[in-house]
């Protein structure tokens, strides 16, 4: 079927009252990236370049958590933490970044320049600065509105979505949930190349006012990323559900031992082992399938297709 390309700016309860100028840059940037994706692989790049390609330009804007965007620790830092991966099962992960540029870029390296597949905090900085990555001062990525966002989930003493509506003081502490309130954030991106390869990358801020140290499922393998032979999966929604239901990795395992088809695999997963309103992923197959399910209310997400079938939406396809 040729090649295909999926990316994903978050899941959660996105509300349909989302005011025009948080949604409208949101969309331009899925469009800005989708065609960087596409072009990238009608010129030919393989599939690994291209997810890491996009998901670095996903870092780059300011609009989701990951990178630039990355929302806030309760300490007022970020932790970012990404994760890639390709069809032959080779892997690099990273959490706990406060300079980096690109976490992408850096989860690429460990899987191609160390022995092992995941490195954290001191160890993962000072790895970056060894490899001569990009980094700056830990206040570039501490955005007035995300001091903002962190504020208000303290005031309201929860963790938080990242897009969750400012709201007044008094209803802040009177919304206070045990469990936090929308454990969401991350950006994604899954590509099958002409020649076949698939890839997956993903990277995260976290949660806005999440513990200092806490690690999510965009770093997992089988949780929010997860590649083999067969398909390529990003996972996003609230972290600590997708780690507990294996979710990537649920989807190829359908594949590859129940003989489902791709959408079959995604769907399944997402609406009979996840709970509601907690995940949403975008995946592709080594055939060019792809398909982007969700159980919450809405996932920012587009999609391209050799034969020329597009798509970009935020809600449920009507």
Not at 195 to 214: C, E, F, P, Q
Request: with cysteine.
């Amino acid at each position: 079927m040729g090649w295909a390309i999926a990316l994903h700016g978050g899941a959660g309860d996105i509300p349909l009252t989302l005011p025009p100028e948080r949604r409208e840059p949101r969309e331009a940037a899925l469009r800005r990236c989708l065609e960087i994706g596409v072009a990238a692989l009608k010129a030919g790049q393989p599939s690994l370049d291209v997810v890491e390609l996009v998901v670095r330009e996903l870092e780059n804007c300011p609009h989701f958590n990951a990178g630039k965007g990355s929302v806030l620790a309760s300490n007022g830092t970020v932790e970012m933490e990404a994760c890639i991966m390709d069809g032959t099962k080779k892997c690099g992960a990273v959490s706990g970044l406060t300079t980096v540029v690109n976490p992408i870029s850096l989860a690429r390296l460990v899987m191609e320049k160390t022995p092992h597949i995941y490195l954290a905090f001191d160890g993962a900085e000072a790895f970056a600065r060894e490899q001569g990555v990009e980094t700056v001062d830990r206040s570039h990525f501490v955005t007035l509105e995300n001091v903002e966002r962190l504020t208000q989930a303290k005031e309201a003493n929860r963790v938080q979505i990242d897009y969750t509506q400012p709201m007044p003081k008094e209803l802040a502490k009177q919304t206070i949930v045990v469990d936090g309130d929308s454990k969401v954030g991350t950006v994604g991106c899954v590509a099958v190349d002409k020649n076949g390869n698939i890839a997956t990358a993903t990277s995260t801020g976290g949660l806005v006012n999440k513990m200092v140290g806490r690690i999510g499922d965009t770093p997992i393998i089988g949780a929010g990323t997860y590649a083999n032979s067969l398909c390529a999966v990003s996972a996003t929604g609230k972290g600590e559900s997708i780690i507990r239901n294996t979710v990537a990795r649920d989807v190829a395992a359908l594949m590859e031992y129940k003989g489902l088809s791709l959408k079959e695999a995604a769907a399944y997963v997402v609406e009979e082992c996840a709970p509601e309103g907690t995940t949403g992923l975008v995946a592709v197959s080594a055939k060019g399938e792809v398909t982007m399910p969700f159980n919450t209310t809405g996932m920012f997400r587009a999609c391209a297709t050799e034969d020329g079938y597009t798509e970009i939406g935020i809600w449920p396809s009507v």
